[in-house]
């Protein structure tokens, strides 16, 4: 890598891995996929645990892009990671884990509580088109989105929160528009995912979407 140029590590709500200076809120992982000189390869969907990490847990350091060691990667926030099709980690964000899986018991219908395996193979048949090995994308209703949801218009994610949409970029939220009403909603967040935000599952948003009510006052 050059001295200064930012590593390919940041991953859009696309789920579309990028090398920009800004970092984000999270980090995480979906297995190894760089090579020894910090390159990532095309093997980018094989790993089903795509997990989202904390940046800092129990003073251990890392060196990023170690050779033959999983690839860290770097969110803006959590819902960006959501519909990426990232779910949060089981040991550094434990009690986000936690209120996920419960969420997730609770959308399904069921009894059992789920194992992080099968939450992992559902979201992974979600998220990956298994021919062209993009991100798949859903079609509904902009009335019945959760907030935290991610949506494309005009080929840009915005993010759904109340009865605004926000546009996203790396630099932070946008100023927001009033959410669309009816069907012709392009979704980025996986269903499965989606389903655990209408169970309540609260994601950790950019501090930037709390200056929304000021933006909207100018």
Request: glycine share 8%; with cysteine.
């Amino acid at each position: 890598m050059q001295a200064g140029r930012p590593l390919q590590n940041r991953v859009a709500p696309t789920s579309e891995i990028v090398a920009v200076p800004s970092r984000g809120m999270f980090m995480g992982n979906r297995g190894v996929l760089h090579d020894d000189t910090q390159r990532l390869g095309k093997r980018r969907w094989v790993l089903k645990a795509w997990i989202i990490c904390q940046l800092e847990f129990k003073n251990r350091q890392r060196t990023v892009m170690t050779p033959r060691r999983y690839t860290e990667l770097f969110f803006f926030d959590e819902a960006t990671a959501i519909a990426a099709g990232h779910r949060p980690c089981y040991e550094c964000r434990r009690q986000a884990a936690l209120a996920w899986r419960d969420a997730w018991r609770q959308a399904s219908g069921v009894l059992e509580t789920p194992r992080a395996g099968e939450m992992d193979a559902i979201l992974h048949n979600e998220r990956v088109d298994a021919a062209s090995r993009i991100q798949r994308l859903c079609s509904g209703t902009f009335d019945d989105l959760p907030d935290g949801a991610f949506v494309l218009i005009d080929s840009q994610p915005h993010l759904i929160l109340g009865e605004d949409i926000l546009p996203w970029s790396w630099s932070g939220y946008s100023a927001p528009k009033p959410r669309p009403q009816g069907p012709g909603a392009i979704i980025l967040t996986p269903p499965s995912a989606m389903a655990v935000l209408r169970e309540g599952y609260q994601p950790e948003l950019h501090p930037s979407v709390h200056q929304r009510d000021t933006k909207k006052g100018n």
